[in-house]
């Protein structure tokens, strides 16, 4: 690896350990779900949070959004939200002579982190205005196409346990999400932790630590990781090992698996796996890598039948079961 390959190695392990550490000044314990999350933000991709309510699904965003320089918008999902009130709509001005003219008002889309706060809770009408957004990094409102400003990065939570009222997300948008990630309710110690800090006078804040460029060019260097043939063929022969019609693939699969992942799950593993090698010290992707981020990036892919709804079977179970009889070799 040449000097200057070094050089940008030692720095985006610096400047991520540098934002982790800013955060944990404000978030107690999910250290994993916070460097999942800037995972996300630096291998171009979008997460989905879930977990049952008070565990900081909204705290992390919004304490990630004070440490880095990027402009923020809260958009807090409901049932009579619309897709205007996301993206735009225009607006009628009239000028001191009386000329009337219309006017784009843009929505809180146009940010460069858009958290969408329970976004189960709106229609799936509403919800879809998010995907050309995600997707596309562009949106389209009285009659233009509109690019977003660099990067776009869509954080949505979602309360698994309040299901009443709500609607759950298509399988095509949960697909645009790289990973899906999972907040556990925090132990005896962690519980401790959160009172003593947010029950004092004053609480814990975040300073701003990296700038929008430095975010831009940690990006690249996500990206320009290398990644040997073999590994990839590891991660492609994970992914389609979730798919039942495979003649290799595991009982699990085989009973309780209606479709497998899709392409886009093999991208998010490579993305996803390309950072965590940057985390590693490693200037190669390795086969521990894939496996570190197998979980995050495919649990949502995975679609289950109704007799694993029925046995309350969760994906990763399943996923686990993969790795485990998937040669890395």
Same mark, same amino acid.
């Given at each position: 690896?040449?000097?200057?390959?070094?050089?940008?190695?030692?720095?985006?392990?610096?400047?991520?350990?540098?934002? @982790?550490?800013?955060?944990?000044?404000?978030?107690?314990?999910?250290?994993?779900?916070?460097?999942?999350?800037?995972?996300?933000?630096?291998?171009?991709?979008?997460?989905?949070?879930?977990?049952?309510?008070?565990?900081?699904?909204?705290?992390?965003?919004?304490?990630?959004?004070?440490?880095?320089?990027?402009?923020?918008?809260?958009?807090?999902?409901? !049932?009579?939200?619309?897709?205007?009130?996301?993206?735009?709509?225009?607006?009628?001005?009239?000028?001191?002579?009386? %000329? %009337?003219?219309?006017?784009?008002?843009?929505?809180?889309? #146009? &940010?460069?982190?858009?958290?969408?706060?329970?976004?189960?809770?709106?229609?799936? %009408?509403?919800?879809?205005?998010?995907?050309?957004?995600?997707?596309?990094?562009?949106?389209?409102?009285?009659?233009?196409?509109?690019?977003?400003?660099? !990067?776009?990065?869509?954080?949505?939570?979602?309360?698994?346990?309040?299901?009443?009222?709500?609607? $759950?997300? !298509?399988?095509?948008?949960?697909?645009?999400?790289?990973?899906?990630? @999972?907040?556990?309710?925090?132990?005896?110690?962690?519980?401790?932790?959160?009172?003593?800090?947010?029950?004092? +006078?004053?609480? !814990?804040?975040?300073?701003? /630590?990296?700038? %929008?460029?430095?975010?831009?060019?940690?990006?690249?260097?996500?990206?320009?990781?290398?990644?040997? +043939?073999?590994?990839?063929?590891?991660?492609?022969?994970?992914?389609? &090992?979730?798919?039942?019609?495979?003649?290799?693939?595991?009982?699990?699969?085989?009973?309780?698996?209606?479709?497998?992942?899709?392409?886009?799950?093999?991208?998010?593993?490579?993305?996803?796996? @390309?950072?965590? &090698? *940057? *985390?590693?010290?490693?200037?190669?992707? &390795?086969?521990?890598?894939?496996?570190?981020?197998?979980? $995050?990036? *495919?649990?949502?892919?995975?679609?289950?039948? #109704?007799?694993?709804?029925?046995?309350?079977?969760?994906?990763?179970?399943?996923?686990?079961?993969? /790795?485990?009889?998937?040669?890395?070799?």
């Amino acid at each position: 690896m040449s000097t200057s390959g070094e050089e940008q190695l030692e720095a985006f392990q610096e400047k991520f350990g540098q934002v @982790k550490d800013e955060v944990s000044k404000v978030i107690v314990g999910n250290s994993e779900v916070i460097t999942h999350v800037m995972t996300c933000l630096l291998a171009k991709g979008h997460v989905l949070l879930e977990g049952i309510p008070g565990v900081g699904k909204t705290k992390i965003v919004q304490t990630l959004a004070d440490v880095l320089d990027l402009s923020f918008s809260r958009i807090q999902f409901t !049932p009579d939200l619309m897709p205007g009130d996301i993206v735009g709509t225009n607006v009628v001005n009239e000028d001191e002579a009386g %000329k %009337k003219s219309f006017e784009f008002q843009s929505g809180p889309i #146009f &940010a460069n982190m858009i958290l969408a706060d329970e976004i189960n809770r709106a229609t799936p %009408k509403t919800q879809s205005a998010l995907l050309e957004a995600m997707q596309e990094n562009s949106v389209s409102a009285g009659g233009k196409t509109r690019t977003l400003d660099q !990067p776009v990065f869509v954080l949505a939570t979602q309360n698994p346990i309040e299901m009443e009222g709500t609607y $759950p997300l !298509p399988e095509a948008q949960m697909d645009r999400f790289l990973f899906k990630l @999972k907040l556990d309710f925090p132990n005896a110690s962690e519980l401790h932790t959160i009172v003593d800090r947010t029950t004092q +006078k004053t609480e !814990p804040t975040a300073s701003r /630590i990296l700038e %929008k460029v430095e975010i831009l060019k940690m990006r690249d260097v996500a990206r320009d990781m290398p990644i040997a +043939k073999p590994v990839q063929d590891y991660a492609v022969r994970l992914a389609l &090992a979730t798919h039942p019609e495979n003649q290799n693939c595991h009982d699990l699969v085989k009973k309780y698996v209606r479709f497998g992942v899709s392409p886009r799950g093999v991208q998010a593993v490579i993305l996803g796996s @390309k950072v965590s &090698a *940057l *985390l590693n010290k490693r200037s190669y992707v &390795a086969n521990e890598d894939v496996r570190s981020v197998l979980l $995050p990036a *495919l649990r949502h892919r995975v679609l289950l039948n #109704f007799e694993a709804e029925a046995e309350q079977l969760e994906t990763d179970k399943i996923l686990n079961a993969i /790795i485990e009889t998937v040669s890395d070799a």
